[in-house]
């Protein structure tokens, strides 16, 4: 008589059923799963804090868990800095423009612009994680407009995602 081979199953002890798509398998007897694409992209992500007072700013930018930061561009002159949590963000907001942040403070990184629309490449990428409890895919910012007025401040990050 003629035998069917199973479906494999948590289970089932049973054989790979291949469709030529999803599951593919060479002259040579090779499987091969086709997952969809896995290469790790580098993704632009920003947000905007509306009439930013001049001085400090908070803004949440909604990304990762974990990333690899390799730019930020900021619509307006500004002194940014890139924070792992909430609590990291508050106690460094005294320091000053200028001042290295101290080891172990959660400061991920920081970038100061001069003109409009300014990129800076950070360089080499820095990574960077949320440390919150549990980890939420937040990156915290704080903002300083160095202008004159109140204005509209946008915030792009060019990351690496590298954890949820």
Known sequence: GSYTLPTASTTI???VKVD????????????TANAGSTTPSITD?????????????NLNITGYKGYVL??????????????????????????????????GSGVVAEVHTYQ??????????????????PREPTIYLSVINLGSSAT???VTLTLLKIGE
């Open 116 to 133: 409009d629309n300014q990129a800076v490449l950070v360089t080499p990428g820095v990574l960077g994680f949320n440390n919150d409890n």
């Open 20 to 31: 030529g798509t999803s599951i593919t398998i060479d002259g040579n007897g090779v499987i």
């Open 152 to 154: 509209n401040i946008t």
């Open 45 to 57: 992500i920003s947000d905007t804090i509306v009439n930013a007072a001049v001085g400090v700013n």
């Open 70 to 103: 390799y730019k930020a561009t900021v619509s307006k002159p500004s002194w940014v800095r890139v924070y792992v949590d909430s609590a990291s963000r508050s106690a460094d907001a005294g320091r000053s423009l200028g001042a290295d942040p101290q080891p």
């Open 13 to 15: 002890l049973g054989g």
